[in-house]
């Protein structure tokens, strides 16, 4: 976890050379990405519907900034464990995401996010709670976008969660990202 804030502060110090009044070199381009990702782990499951945008780079660590919107069910067999019936949470995030550049239309990233919104649960007495939730979301992956103008964009995440929740606060899984660049 240290390595990663380290290049991750490393790449913020770089952040000048990529500023959106420096317009692109020719041989960059800009991406837009709207993306859907399905994420799984041992104890939930859910959806986040995230917007990026960066220049493309060879010589830089590309920090784009990233936007999601992000809906997360527990499993049954989790939540009767911890005491609940049900519990569902709707969250937003701003963060930033850090790719290296591998191969053509192949990246590497990092990405640390701040997730924000409510969670509502209901115990095995029937009493309902709606609470506030905020938290601190590291992920790790690589992304795949074949195609320079318009086109499908792959990718595979792991990432891991901590947030103020009364069900789970912490967990590690993965997303599987299918989204689009324009």
Known sequence: MRYILL???????????QTENTPPKPSERTIHIIAVQKTFSKNYQGYK??????????????IPAAFSC????LKEGTLKKRG???SNRF??????DGYIKLHEGVYAGIGLNVPFGYEKTRNLQDNTRSKFLIGFEANQGLRFIPWKKLGFVFGINFNQH???????SKEIGYELELGINF
Do not use: P
Not at 70 to 73: A, E, L
Not at 162 to 168: E, G, P, T
């Open 162 to 168: 901590f947030i103020n929740s009364d069900v789970l």
């Open 7 to 17: 290049i991750l502060l490393m790449g913020a110090l770089r952040l000048n050379a």
């Open 84 to 86: 609940f019936k049900s």
């Open 49 to 62: 519907f995230k917007y990026s945008e960066f220049v493309d780079s060879s010589d830089d660590f590309i």
């Open 70 to 73: 992000s809906s997360y069910s």
């Open 91 to 96: 969250v937003l995030g701003a963060g930033v």
